[in-house]
């Protein structure tokens, strides 16, 4: 990972935190992150998985990935949902 990519995921991170946190509270932006990072991961453990058995390679399943990009995507949504509400 270079410094560039940390910088936007820093810079995400705050952008939505100052959005969603006065509406979910600290601790339900704690568990908003948390769930989106754990569900993202799922998702990404099922997907490796199910293109395995689908295509016999064990490649899909021995490698990993580490990142919140899919935390921070589901975040934005939350975010997306909470302004659309708010109108």
């Known amino acids: 990972m270079n410094s560039r990519s940390l910088f936007k995921i820093i810079i995400c991170t ?13 601790l339900g932006f704690s568990a908003a992150v948390a ?15 199910g293109a395995e058995a ?14 919140l990009s899919g935390a921070l ?3 934005k ?8 509400s708010l109108l």
């Open 14 to 26: 705050i952008s939505q935190g100052y959005q969603l946190e006065p509406l979910l509270g600290p």
């Open 35 to 49: 769930s989106s990072s754990l569900l993202s991961g799922l998702a990404y453990v099922l997907s490796a998985l």
């Open 54 to 67: 689908a295509t016999g390679d064990p490649s899909y399943a021995t490698e990993c990935v580490l990142g």
């Open 73 to 75: 995507f589901a975040l």
């Open 77 to 84: 949504v939350a975010c997306l949902g909470a302004a659309k």
